[in-house]
C-alpha cells in the first residue's frame, strides 16, 4: 500500500514526519534510485527506499513472523513436558524469537512473534487496547447465551469490557460465533463462554490488531510479515 514518505519514514521508526520531510527536502531521501521529492509515495513492498544510503525497513531490520499456530502446540519457548513449542515450528530463522501473547494448548489460529521488545509491550499492554477476533464453534442455548456474552462480565474479580459478538453460521446442533475483545486473560473467551452456559469445541484467532490471518497460510506454517502488514499494526499512519 502506498504511503507518504515522511510517514513510511516516521512509522519506521527513524524520525518524526517533520524530520523527515526536511531530510527529503535535503536530498538524502531515494525512490528506486532517484532523488526523492516532498509529496511522493511509495509502498515498501515493491519500492526500494533509501535514506542516507540505507534501506527504510520496517522495523529497524527486526523479525517479525505470523504463524497459524496448531492445536496440540503449546505458546512458549521450551516445555519441561516435552511437548512442541510455537518456537520449534520456526526453528532456522538464525535470530531468537518468541511469541506475543499466548493460545492455549487447544486453540489456534493467528500468533506473532518476533524480536521486538516495543511491538511486544505495544500489543500486550491493557492501556493500548488491541482487539483481537476469535472464531468459536459452540454447542449449548445460544439465544440465552448471546446477551450474556455481549454484557459487562466478570473474570478473578475483575469486570471485563463488554465483547463484540456476532453469530455466524449453524450446523447439526453447532453454533459459530465471532468474538472480539481486547483484553487477554488466561482462556477468556473459553471462560467467557462457559459462563454463559456454552461448551467450546474449537476456537481460533483470526485478527489481532490490524492484522488478519493469512487464509493461505495451514497450521503449522508461518510466513514474515509483509512491510504492509507490519505498519498496520504498528498503528494506523494518519493525517498528511
Avoid: F
Avoid at 524530520?19 to 532523488?35: L, M, S, Y
Avoid at 513436558?81 to 518456537?87: D, E, F, N, Y
Avoid at 521488545?117 to 472464531?135: D, F, I, N, R
Avoid at 467467557?192 to 489481532?208: D, F, H, P, S, T
Amino acid at each position: 500500500m502506498e504511503e507518504r514518505l515522511q510517514k513510511l519514514i516516521s512509522a519506521c521508526g527513524l524520525a518524526s514526519r517533520r524530520a523527515a520531510e526536511e531530510w527529503i527536502a535535503a536530498g538524502r531521501v531515494t525512490v528506486n534510485g532517484e532523488k526523492a521529492h516532498l509529496g511522493d509515495r511509495a509502498d515498501l513492498d515493491r519500492d526500494t527506499v533509501l535514506v542516507d544510503g540505507r534501506p527504510l525497513e520496517p522495523g529497524g531490520g527486526r523479525t517479525y513472523l505470523m504463524l497459524n499456530k496448531p492445536r496440540g502446540c503449546v505458546t512458549t519457548l521450551s516445555d519441561e513436558k516435552g511437548r512442541r513449542t510455537v518456537t520449534d515450528l520456526v526453528k532456522g530463522r538464525g535470530v531468537r524469537v518468541w511469541p506475543v501473547g499466548r493460545l492455549d494448548l487447544d486453540s489456534e489460529g493467528l500468533l506473532i512473534l518476533t524480536d521486538d521488545g516495543a511491538l511486544t509491550h505495544q500489543l500486550l499492554h491493557p492501556s493500548h487496547e488491541v482487539e483481537k477476533e476469535y472464531l468459536v464453534w459452540v454447542t449449548g442455548n445460544i439465544n440465552k447465551a448471546l446477551p450474556i456474552l455481549s454484557a459487562p462480565m466478570a473474570l478473578d474479580g475483575e469486570t471485563l469490557s463488554p465483547a463484540r459478538v456476532r453469530r455466524g453460521k449453524d450446523s447439526g446442533g453447532v453454533h459459530q460465533l465471532a468474538v472480539t475483545i481486547h483484553q487477554g486473560k488466561n482462556r477468556q473467551v473459553r471462560r467467557m463462554c462457559a459462563q454463559a452456559g456454552l461448551e467450546v469445541l474449537r476456537l481460533k484467532r483470526i485478527r489481532e490488531g490490524a492484522l488478519w490471518l493469512d487464509r493461505a497460510l495451514k497450521p503449522g506454517k508461518w510466513r514474515p510479515l509483509t512491510a504492509e502488514e507490519l505498519l498496520a499494526l504498528t498503528g494506523p499512519l494518519s493525517g498528511g
